[in-house]
């Protein structure tokens, strides 16, 4: 399966006084990596929200800190939809720092409907799994 890559510059505002990037900023980084996976292949979660009255949420996040990142350096997410299930799917994602694994991260999504039941996921999504595997 294609994985999805995204290059992020680590900002003064992701890190803590020492100029490392704070534990809790890798979440927000992953956040954009799935987003801008979606996205290029032609997902988006506004039309789904507004016409559709679907969103994802994190059930599950497991993360593995390797090394840290520092004020300045460009890092890399990369991004693959490793499972799809009926109202889930989970995606792997990983952090660099050139060739330098900094976090391993594998999160759990699922598919609610407005009053933040389970729902369905949505075929795009599904094709977009299949067509990568």
């Not at 680590?10 to 803590?16: F, K, L, N, R």
């Not at 059930?59 to 593995?64: G, I, K, M």
Request: net charge positive.
């Amino acid at each position: 399966m294609a994985s999805h890559e995204l290059k992020i510059r680590v900002y003064y505002e992701d890190t803590d006084a020492g100029g490392v990037v704070y534990h809790a900023r890798y979440l927000a980084f992953a956040e954009r990596g799935r987003t801008e996976m979606l996205r290029a292949a032609g997902y988006e979660h506004a039309p789904l929200l507004k016409e559709g009255g679907k969103a994802f949420a994190v059930v599950s996040a497991n993360l593995q800190y390797k090394a840290p990142a520092k004020l300045d350096d460009e890092l890399t997410v990369r991004s693959e939809i490793t499972r799809v299930g009926g109202a889930s799917m989970e995606i792997k994602q990983d952090i660099f720092c050139a060739d330098r694994l900094l976090t391993e991260i594998k999160v759990t999504l699922v598919c609610v409907d407005s009053s933040f039941k389970a729902a369905r996921l949505p075929a795009e999504i599904k094709k977009i799994y299949r067509s990568k595997s």
